[in-house]
């Protein structure tokens, strides 16, 4: 029987990232995955492959409404959409295999098959074969992941209601794609299939898209999206979704309770994620879960059951993938007795849409529901020389900052480059910098984080260029 320091059940951002670390600590280290490719939802079925087509979706977008503006013509551009999904399976491939190269040059020992506690110290692999292996172990770490999340009067057929694993492989470019939930993973697939050609009409229970963030990016992106052609409809209750023929029949209820239908040829269910736990044989080593069947952890992500950690979306916090990778270092430096430092209120959050929406920190709506007195500093992209350049003028940036300290206490903005450009926030957060130490900071010109200084600057109401 292998003996290993450290197992870590699932192979993706958490997984993979803590095994890494762990093996650089000196562990003997393996990986379970029960997928025959590694890298988990964010790398298969997830992040990466989104990304992809957003920014395929970009360019031809792109091609067919600005081109003309910069000089450039290009006659009856047309999408092969076969291509894009090609190319979007080559990025998921090459990074798939990136992480199978990392395994192998940090010898962490690779297993394929489904891990289930055996004890708190053996772990079960069903292999695809049936066949079962057992391996003794330390220390594991659970970074199984989630799935998406549905409602149980919806029946998902996968193939025209469908989840986002489906809206990452659909053959056709939808007539009209019909989106219950206007939440990050909708509002990106929307997105997607807007700029191919698509009529997306986004349903949403709440009276908000993107309810979790600053009510300003909200505003501002159902602004923006709506100009580019997505239909929205807040407040709405869905009651049902079923298909007949090629067609989806959505029933909901507007505010006012009065019943509203909707027909689309496809429906793209996004309403959120849940910790996929199924198989683990928890009940085995009697870990605990909450009533929502997230793992149970203390301050060090270790589990009823000492030996056990868990990492990444089956515990409590944002379903994030740098977020479990974060964790996944921690766990890492735990097991190796260190004492390794993660600060929750500054993992930023990101919606990859165009344009891009990035925050970190306390919106404003939390500084005032804790009482907190706070200043406020604004900076529309549109006033500066780079977003005019590149005819990226819609967004901003708002920087929250407390009265007495001028220690900045959150930082939200929408517009080109946003989820690259919240880094610097998150940094200067860390150090626990004042808006000032920001606004005196010299920011190359012309780029877009100008727009953070200036926000910075406008918090003592000295912006310059507005």
């Known amino acids: 029987m292998s003996k290993y320091d450290v197992t870590i059940i699932g192979s993706g951002p958490g997984g993979y990232v803590a095994a890494i670390r762990c093996a650089q600590l000196g562990f003997k280290t393996a990986i379970i995955e029960k997928y025959n490719t590694l890298g988990g939802t964010c790398l298969n079925v997830g992040c990466i492959p989104s990304k992809a087509l957003l920014d395929s979706s970009h360019h031809y977008y792109d091609a067919v409404n600005h081109f003309e503006k910069h000089g450039i013509l290009i006659k009856d551009a047309k999408v092969d959409f076969k291509q894009m999904i090609n190319r979007k399976n080559e990025v998921v491939s090459q990074t798939c295999d990136g992480i199978t190269f990392l395994m192998n040059k940090n010898k962490i020992d690779v297993f394929t098959g489904v891990g289930s506690f055996k004890d708190a110290t053996h772990i079960n692999i069903t292999k695809?074969?049936?066949?079962?292996?057992?391996?003794?172990?330390?220390?594991?770490?659970?970074?199984?992941?989630?799935?998406?999340?549905?409602?149980?009067?919806?029946?998902?057929?996968?193939?025209?209601?469908?989840?986002?694993?489906?809206?990452?492989?659909?053959?056709?470019?939808?007539?009209?794609?019909?989106?219950?939930?206007?939440?990050?993973?909708?509002?990106?697939?929307?997105?997607?299939?807007?700029?191919?050609?698509?009529?997306?009409?986004?349903?949403?229970?709440?009276?908000?898209?993107?309810?979790?963030?600053?009510?300003?990016?909200?505003?501002?992106?159902?602004?923006?999206?709506?100009?580019?052609?997505?239909?929205?409809?807040?407040?709405?209750?869905?009651?049902?979704?079923?298909?007949?023929?090629?067609?989806?029949?959505?029933?909901?209820?507007?505010?006012?309770?009065?019943?509203?239908?909707?027909?689309?040829?496809?429906?793209?269910?996004?309403?959120?994620?849940?910790?996929?736990?199924?198989?683990?044989?928890?009940?085995?080593?009697?870990?605990?879960?909450?009533?929502?069947?997230?793992?149970?952890?203390?301050?060090?992500?270790?589990?009823?059951?000492?030996?056990?950690?868990?990492?990444?979306?089956?515990?409590?916090?944002?379903?994030?993938?740098?977020?479990?990778?974060?964790?996944?270092?921690?766990?890492?430096?735990?097991?190796?007795?260190?004492?390794?430092?993660?600060?929750?209120?500054?993992?930023?959050?990101?919606?990859?849409?165009?344009?891009?929406?990035?925050?970190?920190?306390?919106?404003?709506?939390?500084?005032?529901?804790?009482?907190?007195?706070?200043?406020?500093?604004?900076?529309?992209?549109?006033?500066?020389?780079?977003?005019?350049?590149?005819?990226?003028?819609?967004?901003?940036?708002?920087?929250l900052a407390d009265a007495k300290t001028d220690e900045i206490l959150g930082v939200h903005m929408i517009g080109a480059r946003a989820a690259d450009m919240i880094a610097e926030a998150v940094v200067a957060m860390e150090f626990r910098a004042s808006s000032e130490d920001i606004a005196r900071t010299s920011h190359a010109h012309p780029t877009f984080t100008e727009a953070i200084k200036e926000a910075c600057m406008a918090v003592e109401n000295r912006a310059i260029h507005s």
Not at 133 to 148: D, F, Q
Not at 180 to 208: C, D, F, H, Q, T
Not at 220 to 238: A, D, M, P, R, W
Not at 281 to 290: A, C, P, Q, S
């Open 128 to 399: 695809n074969d049936g066949s079962v292996e057992t391996i003794e172990t330390t220390n594991t770490i659970i970074a199984t992941g989630s799935k998406p999340a549905s409602f149980p009067f919806i029946k998902l057929d996968k193939k025209r209601v469908i989840t986002s694993t489906e809206a990452l492989s659909l053959k056709e470019i939808p007539k009209h794609l019909v989106v219950i939930g206007g939440g990050v993973i909708g509002l990106e697939l929307g997105s997607v299939y807007k700029r191919l050609g698509a009529e997306v009409s986004v349903i949403e229970y709440m009276p908000n898209i993107i309810g979790t963030m600053d009510k300003m990016l909200s505003k501002e992106l159902q602004k923006t999206l709506k100009k580019q052609g997505i239909k929205f409809y807040t407040s709405h209750k869905v009651t049902n979704a079923a298909t007949k023929g090629k067609e989806v029949i959505i029933n909901a209820e507007n505010k006012k309770g009065e019943p509203v239908e909707f027909k689309g040829d496809y429906c793209l269910v996004s309403v959120g994620r849940k910790p996929y736990t199924e198989g683990l044989g928890l009940e085995n080593i009697g870990v605990k879960t909450d009533n929502r069947g997230k793992i149970e952890t203390n301050e060090l992500l270790q589990t009823n059951v000492k030996n056990i950690y868990a990492i990444g979306d089956v515990v409590k916090g944002a379903m994030l993938a740098h977020k479990a990778s974060e964790e996944g270092e921690f766990v890492a430096e735990v097991i190796a007795g260190q004492k390794p430092y993660m600060d929750y209120n500054l993992i930023p959050g990101v919606v990859y849409t165009w344009p891009e929406v990035a925050a970190v920190g306390k919106t404003e709506e939390q500084l005032k529901e804790a009482k907190i007195d706070y200043k406020v500093g604004s900076f529309p992209m549109r006033a500066l020389g780079r977003a005019r350049a590149s005819m990226d003028l819609d967004g901003q940036v708002k920087v």
